[in-house]
């Protein structure tokens, strides 16, 4: 296996609901269109940001088959997030993720039961890995949700024994000494794609070259500019970008930090991904009025793109 090299901006993309919470997949025509004109390359379907969960093993398939049939030939990065509730789903899905050709899949671990030790999940990787032997694999580091919150360090080292595909890891965690840790095992081999977005300035000054998130999808320019600056020294420009990036996240939580509210300022910025589904809310009218306002008041609409 050739593991795919990965760098820029990646998008968790939102899966596009209607008002009844079924796929609305005509959507992604345009959707794409739009991450295009943000300079965004990369997308990262059925994460947390699209309620891969929330979704059956067929809807995830519907869902990575119109990803795959629209970005062919104009994405550089295309990621299939597999992981489910149980590890023959997960498997299903590896397999379906390889044969469209994904340049790899993510993997979340089970959340109930959950993995109890490094042994037992580094053999639930294994077997994902002989189910799709030639696709890459990205662990999705994400303990404030999955509560699973291993030593990355000490993953990397014991699963390379024996997942041949593991290619790195989606590390959504604020532990930026695990993160170095990851950076530096076994001479650089592990890809390392960040996935705080309002941290990752210091995951660029620590050596990372790629980020997932899903703020990408509508202030992607932001963090362009971000590290265009870090390029250059210049890091009073770099971290002008990172507190927008910040002070976004504040306006996030306040109104609830939930896809309701991401999807909503998606639609402020001109495209329209529908409902989250449920247990999620939309926002009603007043609930956006609101966000508005407060997207404004931090000057959101002049540099997020």
Same mark, same amino acid.
């Given at each position: 296996?050739?593991?795919?090299?990965?760098?820029?901006?990646?998008?968790?993309?939102?899966?596009?609901?209607?008002?009844?919470?079924?796929?609305?997949?005509?959507?992604?025509?345009?959707?794409?269109?739009?991450?295009?004109?943000?300079?965004?390359?990369? =997308?990262?379907?059925?994460?947390?940001?699209?309620?891969?969960?929330?979704?059956?093993?067929?809807?995830?398939?519907?869902?990575?088959?119109?990803?795959?049939?629209?970005?062919?030939?104009?994405?550089?990065?295309?990621?299939?997030?597999?992981?489910?509730? +149980?590890?023959?789903?997960?498997?299903?899905?590896?397999?379906?993720?390889?044969?469209?050709?994904?340049?790899?899949?993510?993997?979340?671990?089970?959340?109930?039961?959950?993995?109890?030790?490094? +042994?037992?999940?580094?053999?639930?990787? %294994?077997? =994902?890995? @002989?189910?799709?032997?030639?696709?890459?694999?990205?662990?999705?580091?994400?303990?404030? =949700?999955?509560?699973?919150?291993?030593?990355?360090?000490?993953?990397?080292?014991?699963?390379?024994?024996?997942?041949?595909?593991?290619?790195?890891?989606?590390?959504?965690?604020?532990?930026? $000494?695990?993160?170095? %840790?990851?950076?530096?095992?076994?001479?650089?081999?592990? /890809?390392?794609?960040?996935?705080?977005?309002?941290?990752?300035?210091?995951?660029?000054?620590?050596?990372?070259?790629?980020?997932?998130?899903?703020?990408?999808?509508? $202030?992607?320019?932001?963090?362009?500019?971000?590290?265009?600056?870090?390029?250059?020294?210049?890091?009073? %420009?770099? %971290?002008?970008? /990172?507190?927008?990036?910040?002070?976004?996240?504040?306006?996030?939580?306040?109104?609830?930090?939930?896809?309701?509210?991401?999807?909503? @300022?998606?639609?402020?910025?001109?495209?329209?991904?529908?409902?989250?589904?449920?247990?999620?809310?939309?926002?009603?009218?007043?609930?956006?009025?609101?966000?508005?306002?407060?997207?404004?008041?931090?000057?959101?609409?002049?540099?997020?793109?």
């Amino acid at each position: 296996m050739n593991a795919h090299k990965f760098s820029g901006l990646i998008a968790a993309t939102f899966t596009p609901f209607d008002e009844n919470g079924e796929l609305n997949l005509d959507v992604i025509d345009e959707y794409i269109n739009f991450l295009l004109d943000e300079d965004i390359f990369g =997308i990262f379907v059925a994460g947390a940001t699209g309620e891969g969960l929330s979704m059956t093993v067929q809807e995830r398939k519907e869902l990575a088959e119109k990803w795959m049939k629209v970005g062919n030939g104009k994405l550089k990065h295309i990621i299939i997030q597999v992981g489910a509730t +149980n590890l023959r789903d997960t498997i299903e899905l590896a397999k379906h993720a390889e044969s469209m050709g994904a340049h790899a899949i993510g993997v979340l671990p089970p959340l109930f039961p959950r993995p109890a030790t490094i +042994n037992s999940f580094t053999e639930y990787m %294994r077997q =994902i890995s @002989i189910a799709a032997p030639k696709t890459p694999i990205l662990y999705y580091h994400i303990p404030e =949700i999955t509560s699973v919150n291993f030593s990355m360090e000490d993953l990397l080292t014991l699963a390379s024994k024996s997942v041949p595909t593991l290619a790195g890891i989606k590390f959504s965690s604020a532990n930026l $000494m695990d993160l170095r %840790r990851c950076l530096l095992l076994d001479g650089g081999k592990f /890809q390392m794609l960040f996935g705080k977005d309002e941290q990752y300035l210091g995951a660029v000054a620590l050596g990372v070259n790629a980020a997932i998130g899903s703020t990408y999808n509508y $202030m992607g320019p932001t963090y362009n500019r971000m590290v265009e600056a870090f390029a250059n020294c210049d890091m009073e %420009r770099a %971290r002008q970008e /990172q507190d927008r990036s910040q002070a976004l996240v504040k306006v996030l939580q306040k109104h609830g930090g939930h896809n309701g509210v991401q999807k909503s @300022i998606m639609k402020l910025r001109g495209l329209d991904v529908g409902y989250p589904r449920l247990p999620v809310m939309p926002l009603d009218e007043d609930q956006v009025d609101s966000l508005k306002k407060d997207l404004q008041g931090i000057g959101f609409f002049d540099w997020c793109k």
